[in-house]
């Protein structure tokens, strides 16, 4: 069964830290492409960033190019996003989900997990 689990989100001011994590299980993580997609309350799921499973090869959003980081680690089965400099239109459910780009957006109906609720507020 294909399970991803994401954590790590929380309140935060603006101009504040976060990073999340996504642990995957039930197929070969290091071998998929994996991305970052958010919600955010009344707006259709949005692609974050993406990083591919053969080079490494990251990519993102024009909204959070500069500030967030995606890595991975595939001995751990774990995605990461480090998103800095947070603003208040970040605020959403963040997921993780396979494929990229768009086709992420798709993924993400049928490959996410709850979800980490992401709040950047003063």
């Known amino acids: 069964e294909v399970r991803v689990e994401e954590s790590g989100g929380g309140l935060v001011q603006p101009g504040g830290s976060l990073r999340l994590s996504c642990v995957a299980s039930?197929?070969?993580?290091?071998?998929?492409?994996m991305s970052w997609v958010r919600q955010a309350p009344g707006k259709e799921v949005e692609w974050v960033s993406d990083?591919?499973?053969?080079?490494?090869?990251?990519y993102y959003s024009d909204s959070v190019k500069g500030r967030f980081t995606i890595s991975r680690d595939n001995a751990k089965n774990t995605l990461y996003l480090q998103m800095n400099r947070l603003q208040p239109e970040d605020t959403a459910v963040y997921y993780c989900?396979?494929?990229?780009?768009?086709?992420?957006?798709?993924?993400?109906?049928?490959?996410r997990g709850q979800g980490t609720q992401v709040t950047v507020s003063s």
């Open positions: 990083i591919r499973a053969g080079d490494g090869a990251t």
């Open positions: 039930g197929f070969t993580f290091r071998l998929a492409d």
């Open positions: 989900t396979t494929g990229t780009g768009a086709v992420a957006t798709i993924s993400w109906e049928t490959v």
